[in-house]
């Protein structure tokens, strides 16, 4: 019996919100920013809109190649990244990463931050 492999093509392009902005204290406690929020739910219903089949679900691996500021700290995107792809049904579940290949490019000062990733389900 074969099994196909899901993977997925996924890009989004605007403007990144990091986990240094992620949150804000609230009466002793941290919650989340509109900021944040909004940028998440953005990165979810894009990828949610380019998912061309099932939810990947259990075990995954994810090249990234995000394009950001010169200002920007791009590995503050990871989070923000794999919580968009579980809210978006694009992975059961982000603990069940396995390899993660992150590279990092920088755009000139006012264009667009770009989020390319291919989610690839680990084989069978």
């Known amino acids: 019996m074969t099994s196909t492999v899901k993977n997925y093509g996924l890009t989004w392009t605007g403007k990144a919100v990091g986990k240094n902005r992620m949150h804000v204290p609230a009466r002793g ?62 992975v059961e579940n982000d603990r069940y990463l396995t390899s993660l290949s992150f590279n990092i490019r920088r755009h000139k000062q006012g264009e667009p931050d770009v989020i390319d990733l291919h989610v690839q389900q680990n084989r069978i």
């Open 29 to 90: 406690r941290l919650i989340k920013t509109a900021e944040y929020r909004t940028f998440l739910e953005e990165l979810a219903v894009t990828f949610r809109s380019q998912r061309t089949g099932d939810m990947i679900p259990g075990e995954f691996t994810v090249a990234a190649r995000v394009t950001v500021g010169p200002r920007t700290d791009g590995h503050n995107l990871i989070d923000p990244i794999f919580d968009a792809l579980e809210q978006g049904g694009i």
